[in-house]
Structures are given as C-alpha cells and as structure tokens.
C-alpha cells in the first residue's frame, strides 16, 4: 500500500469509490481504498489481490465511523454465500451488470468481519461488531451508477457469518455442489489447493460447531481428502442448519449444477430473489453470452460446462474407490444431527 491520505469520515461515507478494504480490529481501524467500479467488478478477489488497482489509500478509526451516520440505502445488498468449487464467480459474473448490480467478490472487509466474530470474547465485544457491520454493509451497498444494488460474495472461509447475516432480512442464496464434485475438484487443483483446504479446516475449527469437536491432533492424521470431506459436510451441515430456521426466511439453496443445466432459468430465479429486477430477455442474453463459455476467473480461456464435466468424470472414475471409502466414511460420523447430501428450499428444481 502506498501513504495514506487524511480524509475525514464524512467524506468517505459520501463518495462510494472510497471501499472498505480492511479491518485492523487490534487497531480498532478501517483502510479504504480508492477504486474504480471496474476495478472492483473485475477482479476476481477484493483481497491482496486488488491492492494494485487502489488509487488511493485512507484509514479511519473505527469509533469515528461508528460516530458518522452511515448512508441510507435504497435496498439492501444481497449475498451469495458458497462451499467453494461451485461457480460461485461465474454467477456473480453474470449477474453484474453495469447500473444495475455491481458483484463483489471475496472482500477482505467480510472476511475481517468473520474473523472479528470470531475472536469475540463476550456479549459486549459481539455488540461492538454488529454495530460495524451494519456500518460496512451500508458502505459496501453504495451504489457507483443510479440505484445499482451490491451483490457480495464472500469467501467461503468467511461462513460463519452466513446466519449472522441470513438473520438480517437479506437476501442470501446458499450456493453449492455435491461432495464428489468438491472431491474432483480438490484433486485436480493439487496440493496447493489442499493446503488451502486444511486451512480453512483449521478457520472452521475455530467456530465452535461441526468440525471443532475434531481434536488437532486426530486432524492431523486423517489424509487431504478426508479433510476436504469434512470441510464441505460442515459447510452443507451449516446451510442446512440456516434453510430449516423459519427466523432466516430470505435464504435459498442452489446446486451450481442446476445453473450449468438451467442457466436462463436459474439466473432470472436469483434475480427474482435477489430484487434485482432481470427480466425474462435479460437473463436468456446472459444465458447465451460468453461469459458461460469462458473461465469465470480467467476471461482468456475457453472453459464451458460440457468440459468441466468431461474433466471431473474422469477424475471420479480414476478415483473411484477412495472416493467411495471417503463418502462412505464422512457420512457414518456424528459430528451432525443429519446426514445431508441436498439442501431445502432450492431457488430452482
């Protein structure tokens, strides 16, 4: 990051190219960036990784933008939460459109929320972060062009905010896909990825449900892909748990599968339940474009559903047999009181 600049609150409140990046709660302070819309719509992580577009930095204390009034919003933002490896990113892709939705992807800001939960010691400090994440989530929502309305996609190590947020009365859909497709996909990406997923394993740990009944030590005995089958049961074990809570009537399921077979169907059933307001010609546009013949994170390769179906049959049938021990085995626990492979109340059948 470069030197920051003295800005009052006021004025980052009122100008929404200033975003709010990070979260330093030793600190009790908020970084914001300067960011164009495009900058943010096309970068695939709001994290380190948009540091570079920023063409200006700012920090303001916490206690002074809990003091300033947080913006008035026309509508609240919507989420996408997700297991990951689900097209998570090609469907926020596809619903950001230029004054009518802006989608924001993995922002450091929700994830530092997460973690601020997270560390929370008591009632007071949790009353403390529920404040400023009313304040964030205003912030966040202003719109750069007329009414656009946000769609925030955090990552999926930041799921222990999902019913935090789902009790709000926000708009929350429940993106996911079946185990043996998160198994393949695991696979396929290597050990990079499985590192990446004992990390999150070790994030979940930390939420005193599903997983963190697991002992560190029993943990580090148990092989990559039983880790990953862990991580994806908790995650579907936590959305099943948000999908039967009448106090969190705005949350819906969907199989990414279900977007790759349907997609005009399913985009305009997001819309719908996302008031964002996609009629029937919009979504069938959408649903003819490029952006469902390209990767979601990479514009430059051609990648569509029939070939990552090709790709993730082959990898399930070359790993036929472990992934039957570890099905079988992730399903005979009792970590959960259901043993859930689909999720209720899908946006579309």
């Not at 998160?182 to 050990?191: E, M, P, R, W």
């Not at 005193?208 to 039983?226: F, H, K």
């Not at 047999?321 to 999720?343: G, H, R, Y």
Request: proline content about 5%; aromatic content about 8%; charged content about 25%.
């Amino acid at each position: 990051m470069t030197s920051m600049e003295k800005i009052k609150s006021a004025d980052l409140i009122r100008n929404a190219s200033w975003f709010p990046h990070r979260l330093d709660m030793a600190r009790r302070t908020v970084t914001f960036g300067r960011f164009t819309r495009n900058a943010l719509s096309d970068t695939s992580f709001l994290d380190f990784r948009i540091e570079s577009a920023a063409q200006a930095w700012a920090e303001v204390s916490i206690d002074e933008l809990l003091a300033a009034s947080p913006p008035e919003l026309s509508a609240k933002p919507a989420f996408l939460f997700h297991t990951s490896y689900c097209c998570s990113t090609l469907l926020s892709r596809v619903l950001d459109q230029p004054g009518r939705v802006l989608a924001l992807k993995e922002p450091e800001i929700i994830m530092g929320l997460s973690n601020a939960y997270r560390m929370a010691q008591n009632q007071n400090e949790i009353t403390d972060i529920n404040k400023l994440r009313d304040v964030v989530l205003s912030l966040i929502a202003r719109p750069h062009i007329g009414d656009e309305r946000a769609l925030i996609k955090p990552t999926n190590a930041a799921n222990n905010i999902t019913p935090i947020i789902a009790a709000l009365n926000i708009p929350v859909v429940l993106l996911y896909g079946d185990l043996r497709g998160f198994l393949a996909s695991v696979i396929k990406k290597g050990d990079p990825c499985k590192t990446i997923i004992r990390q999150i394993f070790r994030v979940y740990a930390m939420d005193n449900i599903g997983v963190s009944v697991i002992p560190q030590r029993d943990a580090l005995a148990l092989t990559d892909l039983q880790i990953a089958a862990l991580v994806w049961r908790h995650q579907i074990e936590m959305f099943h748990t948000i999908l039967s809570d009448p106090k969190r009537p705005n949350a819906r399921s969907l199989d990414f599968r279900t977007l790759l077979r349907k997609p005009a169907e399913t985009i305009k059933a997001t819309s719908d339940h996302m008031s964002f307001d996609y009629n029937t010609d919009d979504c069938d546009t959408i649903a003819k474009s490029d952006l469902f013949r390209k990767d979601a994170k990479d514009d430059k390769l051609v990648y569509d559903a029939a070939q990552r179906s090709k790709e993730e049959d082959a990898l399930i049938a070359q790993n036929a047999d472990a992934l039957d021990l570890i099905e079988n085995w992730v399903f005979e626990l009792s970590l959960w009181p259901t043993t859930t492979k689909s999720l209720p109340k899908p946006l579309v059948e």
